[in-house]
């Protein structure tokens, strides 16, 4: 017995020198403190959650803010799992998919990703209002599981590596620039051949 207690308590320190923390339990802390979050729907209930997530954590959220979070787009889809036939219960699946990316100065692209959220829900044909409530409720937690997830890719980022990213996004935007320019004067230095003049009868 107490073998087995102390070989627990060695996986709980373990696990929680790297980094691994259960739902609910210890930090939430970003290290990243500053953030402008935006999305194509400006008002949608992810965003919207996602927003007040971060502030939680200890984020100041605002316009104009270093590093901005993009939520590119967001796409559901839903399936049947399992169908009885009649107008008897069915199991569906749905998916949700979050695109996101994170953008630094000047609007650059620093990384791009997407996250993505399956729950199964059973539908009562005989009980359309229920069944109707169920689909509801799902998607209120699938949108809850990708805030959560959203937070947790965001915890594995600190603003040294974002100053990283900025880095190599502004030198690949310079040697573009460059080649750009050069292709541009070795253009304009080929001299130009004079049109064909044909005898005039």
Not at 47 to 75: C, D, F, I, W
Not at 86 to 96: D, F, H, K, N, P
Not at 125 to 153: F, K, Y
Request: some cysteine; glycine content about 6%; aromatic content about 4%.
């Amino acid at each position: 017995m107490i073998k087995r207690n102390l070989l627990v308590m060695g996986l709980a320190v373990m696990l929680s020198a790297c980094g691994f923390q259960l739902r609910g339990t210890g930090t939430s802390e970003l290290s990243i403190k500053e953030l402008d979050v935006s999305a194509r729907n400006a008002y949608g209930e992810t965003v919207t959650q996602l927003r007040q997530a971060l502030k939680n954590s200890g984020v100041n959220v605002y316009t104009g803010a270093p590093y901005k979070l993009v939520l590119t787009n967001e796409a559901e889809t839903q399936r049947a799992a399992t169908y009885t036939g009649g107008s008897g219960s069915a199991e569906y699946e749905l998916t949700t998919v979050l695109s996101y990316s994170i953008n630094g100065l000047n609007d650059t692209n620093l990384l791009s990703d997407k996250l993505e959220v399956r729950k199964i829900y059973v539908y009562d044909g005989n009980n359309i209002t229920g069944g109707d409530q169920e689909a509801s409720q799902t998607r209120e937690e699938m949108r809850r599981d990708l805030v959560q997830n959203m937070l947790v890719r965001l915890q594995l980022l600190t603003p040294a590596q974002l100053d990283q990213l900025q880095v190599e996004a502004d030198a690949r935007a310079k040697a573009e620039a460059d080649a750009l320019e050069a292709a541009r004067r070795a253009q304009d230095e080929t001299p130009q051949q004079s049109p064909l003049q044909l005898p005039v009868n």
